[in-house]
């Protein structure tokens, strides 16, 4: 009888045993992405070091700031602890309370895997230029992979390697930023130095005629699959260098000849991504590009605590792209002025989806759209966390603003790519 009841203490011991490793191995990790989260900026960069270690990751939309789950693996949480982001460990029935939870009827939730990492370029000039780009210090801060790429890259056929793209501060028009106020400066004379030679390099005549090239091999990628991101002037001078394709809108000052007299007649929009109908800014001496900008908001609210823009509210289980993009902690994101500050709302394409604007004015601050088979948002401004950058000053320290609402637009771009894989199954 007693050796009876040892064995049997035995066996009970051994299923206990592997019951319980199963249980430590069901454990998951919840990244919050809520008021709770310590740093929302490094959570980015945690989770995309996660899916380069091959590891799934459940993006948990509107889920607590869009949160996310993902395996209890010792790799994992060393990364987090590394880069101070907050988390908690959840066990098999409380991951499924979640799940039913997010993806319950009535919820304006959902859960979309994300399957593996993007890769990154980040299209940019060699050399120091007296501005940063806020994408690049986000990537930097995140500590977010990227390669570097300019004009011969793309012109070379590299960009196919790249899964995301972003367009650095740039203008494809040809007209160097309309930065001529600078023109003795000796950053300003070495970019026109170098992009003239790279013009010539490559055959064309001129600047205008090098970008308009560029251009359109962006173009071209997004349509075969690309997903696109830009910010400020990048946004508004690729469509205009677009729409300008057979025309010629670069004043003398700049190119050595002078605009075509019927150039306004010539613009293509059909050609654009996001906008139509604009006018191009033909003046040399004057700093904007186009109508398209509205430009800082009025005097009345320049104080920059009165200017935000307002997210948009999406369909997380019918709309999850637009939804993806606009995750966040905050419904209210504070306003921040540029070379291209806000476009027009009646000049953006009917097809394109705002995603944010601000609540008392026609100012659109933040697009979403579709070419092809690939993708493009367009994200107005300069610096989300420096309301009035200008030329020369130092770059924003991102580690005073860890929960930037602005720069986690930003963020939440690298990470929607690495949901297209499962998107195209379903």
Known sequence: MRLRTTVLSLLALLLVVPATGLSAQAQDLLIPMDEKQSDHLKAYGAVYATLQKGQTVDWLLNYRGGSFLTEASDPVKRELRARGVSFQTVGGGQKAEIISKVESEGSNMSVVPLEKAPKIAVYAPDGAVPWDDAVRLALKYAEVPHDVIYDEEVLDGKLSSYDWLHLHHEDFTGQFGKFIRYRNEPWYIQKQ???RAAAKKFGFEKVSELKLAVAERIQKYVKQGGFLFSMCSGTETLDIALAAHKTDIVPKAYDGDPVDPNALQKLDYSNTFAFRDFTPNLKAREYSHS???????????????????TLFEFSAKWDPVPTMLTQNHVATVKGFVGQTTAYREDMIKEDVVVLGEAPDRPQVRYIHGTLGRGTFTFYAGHDPEDYQHFVGDPPTDLSLHPNSPGYRLILNNILFPAAKKKKQKT
Request: glycine share 4%.
């Open 291 to 309: 109508n398209l900008d509205v430009g800082p908001p009025p005097k009345r609210i320049r104080d920059p605590s009165l200017d935000y823009f």
């Open 193 to 195: 130095k170098k992009a």
